[in-house]
C-alpha cells in the first residue's frame, strides 16, 4: 500500500501497469512487480539530493557504494584504502545471481559489475 491509504484512491478498484506492461488488477493471476523488484523512488523527491544533480557538468563524488549479494566469505560493508583501490574493488566484485539474472541459475556466484 505505500501510503495510498491517504490518497483518494479505491484500492479495491485500482489498476496498474505491471512491469511488463500489462494492465493488472487484484484479481490478475499474474504479479504486477517482476520477482527480482525492489522499492525504487525518483531522485528528484531525495531531501539530502546535491541542488545541482542534474547539472551537467556534473557533483563532486565522494564515495561509490557497491552491494551484492553474498552469503558468506564477503563482509557486508568494508572501506577500500584509496580511490583507486576502490576502483579495483568494484570492477573485481562477484554476486549470488538473482531471479533478474539471463542466466536462469539462481544463487550461482557470478562476475557481474552491472548486478551490482
Known amino acids: 500500500r505505500e501510503g495510498m491509504e491517504d490518497e483518494d484512491v479505491?484500492?479495491?478498484?485500482a489498476?496498474?501497469?505491471?512491469?511488463?506492461?500489462?494492465?493488472?488488477?487484484?484479481?490478475?493471476e499474474f504479479t504486477a512487480a517482476h520477482k527480482n523488484s525492489r522499492f525504487c523512488s525518483p531522485a528528484h523527491q531525495l531531501e539530502i539530493i546535491d541542488p545541482a544533480w542534474?547539472?551537467?557538468?556534473g557533483v563532486p563524488i565522494e564515495a561509490i557504494l557497491f552491494g551484492g549479494r553474498r552469503e558468506r566469505v564477503v563482509p557486508l560493508v568494508y572501506e577500500s584504502y584509496d580511490w583507486t583501490h576502490g576502483v579495483f574493488v568494484g570492477a573485481s566484485m562477484r554476486s549470488l545471481t538473482t531471479a533478474a539474472s539471463l542466466e536462469g541459475t539462481i544463487r550461482k556466484i557470478n562476475?557481474?559489475?552491472?548486478?551490482?
Open 10 to 13: 479505491d484500492l479495491e478498484e
Open 15 to 28: 489498476e496498474v501497469t505491471s512491469w511488463d506492461h500489462r494492465r493488472w488488477t487484484r484479481e490478475s
Open 54 to 57: 542534474e547539472d551537467p557538468k
Open 111 to 116: 562476475h557481474d559489475p552491472f548486478a551490482m
